[in-house]
């Protein structure tokens, strides 16, 4: 039996990854009115990715006998201040939510709930990889400093981004 304090956890990350796949897909809405398809495109697969992670804390609760509680989720950003701004707020947004996924641990450990560390413990690397994936393509934002044929090869290289889907095994 999954503990009331653990439980409210899950649901409240359950929310913040729904609320991190409708940030993304906004951000890509933005893009794509700027005409950078490349750019929207990644960041759809971000939606994707974050919609993924929802349904994986989903089937943990649920996996668990645990009931899932569907919050609203709040309104995002639609407005931002250029190509560069869009990734220096995700990469503030990825920080963000490895200190949710860091705290979701702090709740397991405090319940002595094996089960649920295990299975963070995945998010937690996954945080890692999230934040180091941003952090990249900021750093060579930055280097193009919005040179019109480095934002074209970039969005050329940011289109061939593929989703793998966690949930499907391989
Ligand atoms: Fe669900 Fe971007 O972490």
Redesign the pocket.
């Known amino acids: 039996m999954i503990k009331k304090e653990v439980l409210d956890a899950l649901n409240a990350q359950i929310n ?2 729904s609320y ?1 796949a409708y940030l993304y897909l906004s951000m890509a809405a933005y893009y794509e009115n700027l005409g950078l398809s490349g750019f929207a495109h990644w960041m759809k697969v ?1 939606y994707q ?2 919609s993924a ?1 929802a349904i994986k804390f989903f089937n943990y609760v649920t996996g668990r006998n645990g009931k899932v509680i569907l919050k609203a989720i709040d309104q995002v950003p639609v407005d931002f201040d250029g190509i560069v701004d869009v990734f220096e707020k995700t990469l503030i ?2 920080i963000y ?1 490895t200190s949710l ?1 860091n705290n979701l641990m702090n709740v397991a450990i405090a319940a002595s709930d094996h089960a649920s560390q295990s299975f963070f413990k995945w ?1 937690v690397d ?2 890692v990889e ?1 934040e180091a994936n941003v952090e990249k393509i900021l750093a060579t934002l930055k280097l193009i400093n919005g040179e019109g044929n480095g934002i074209f090869m970039m969005d050329r290289e940011l289109s061939q981004r593929i989703f793998v889907d966690p949930n499907v095994a391989v």
């Open positions: 913040a990854e991190s971000q990715e974050e992670h947004h990825e939510v996924i998010f996954e945080q999230e």
